[in-house]
């Protein structure tokens, strides 16, 4: 473990301690790789990206696709939003996520606890807590000579408002505070380590509608949401700050009433990152730093939308897909599949998902497995993880 995650480790301080990066040899000049003349890999990135995985089984099985699904305790994450429309007063969620345990790491994890409490029938809070261990690490110098050890960890913690504008339109709010300790006291090229800080907020849309298309009842649910739109982040006293992974989402899905015991979902996310697009070749007041590393948070997501030197055909291709499949019957046996793409420039994460739900009494559980279709690895390879979801209206009901 300690040795794998090491020089994972230091690469990231390397990225976060600035300006040296800047003056490494720039081989992609106007999206083209100057030596082969082919389109370079240029993958968004951003500080604390585990503020963007999927934290939850159900999400997790349909491809992380969750921002139209039916409101439940993990709305937190996708679409605060739809929280007013929730059927249930109060519930619970907690899941865990192996993280990379198809190297044979056994520490490293994600861990997720989120609820909500219906205030009355128009209105929700809610409340979410995101932990992401590292586990241990041995540091070392350039030499390998011992820095001592380390556990690095991050985490957030949120609150959320949702209020049902009409009987088809609700809006919700959320705060959230970020802490990110990577390597706290470390030094890396003469800057001392510190823990990251930032504070950031999510705003979110949701409309439902009975649809009348086929026989069956059914309804159609639309989201939006932005995440993560908040300050910038810095691990050290770096004029250069990292952006937070500012996220725009659009989501569909269509629930259609099979029979009375039988009930179908198809659902699907757009997901793009309001993060400027690695533009190292451009610094144009000469001050040794990228020009788009100098953006404010919010000039930062203005600019996202047209930045992409490969132009408005290059911006579509930051835009990752999700699609997901769930059938549950009677409302106690849930099976689901789904499907994430994102382009090959853009980082190449392909795979499938499945999945299965199952309701009983107060309590649910939800599991999830990732199926990896290209040759580039993913921390959930091939991995086992589960939610628990309680449902307190049903432990009234039983009294």
């Known amino acids: ?74 709305g937190m994450h996708f679409n605060q939003s739809k929280l007013a429309f929730a059927d249930k ?30 205030i009355d029938k128009f209105q ?98 639309v989201g939006l949401a932005i995440s993560n739109l908040g300050s910038k982040i810095t691990y050290t006293n770096s004029v250069n700050r990292d952006f937070l992974p500012t996220n725009l989402g659009l989501g569909f899905a269509w629930r259609v009433n099979l029979d009375q015991f039988n009930t179908l979902t198809i659902t699907s996310d757009l997901n793009k990152l309001l993060v400027p697009t690695p533009r190292p070749d451009i610094d144009e007041d000469g001050n040794g730093r990228a020009d788009y590393r100098e953006l404010s948070p919010i000039r930062g997501v203005f600019k996202s939308f047209g930045d992409a030197p490969g132009g408005i055909s290059e911006e579509w291709k930051e835009v990752t897909k999700s699609f997901g499949l769930e059938y549950w019957y009677d409302d106690q046996f849930a099976v689901r599949t789904g499907y994430f793409y994102e382009n090959r420039s853009k980082g190449n994460r392909h795979y499938f998902t499945v999945g299965i739900g199952v309701k009983y009494s107060i309590f649910g559980l939800n599991f ?32």
């Open 1 to 74: 473990m300690k040795n794998l995650l090491a020089p994972v480790l230091a690469g990231m301080l390397f990225f976060i301690a600035g300006p040296l990066l800047e003056a490494q040899t720039i081989r992609c000049v106007n999206g083209k790789d100057v030596t082969t003349g082919e389109p370079c890999s240029n993958a968004v990135t951003s500080a604390v990206p585990f503020l963007r995985i999927t934290p939850d089984a159900r999400g997790g099985a349909l491809g992380d696709a969750g921002i139209a699904t039916s409101a439940d305790p993990n």
């Open 89 to 118: 007063k109060v519930a619970l969620s907690a899941t865990y996520t192996p993280w990379m345990r198809n190297l044979g790491l056994n520490d490293v994890y994600l861990a997720y606890l989120s609820g909500y409490v219906k």
């Open 368 to 399: 999830s497995y990732l199926v990896p279709t290209t040759n580039n690895r993913n921390p959930l390879d091939n991995t086992l993880r589960f939610s628990l979801l309680f449902d307190f209206d049903a432990l009234e009901s039983e009294e």
């Open 124 to 221: 929700a809070i809610g409340f979410g807590l995101r932990y992401f261990s590292l586990g241990n690490i041995d540091f070392t110098d350039e030499n390998g000579q011992s820095l001592g050890t380390g556990s690095p960890n991050e985490f957030e913690v949120t609150g959320a408002y949702s209020r049902k504008l009409s009987e088809k339109f609700s809006a919700g709010i959320g705060a959230k505070f970020i802490y990110s300790n990577l390597a706290t006291g470390r030094i890396v090229e003469g800057n001392e380590i510190k823990p990251g800080i930032a504070g950031a907020a999510d705003i979110s849309f949701t409309y439902k509608t009975p649809l009348k298309i086929i026989p069956q009842k059914s309804d159609l649910t």
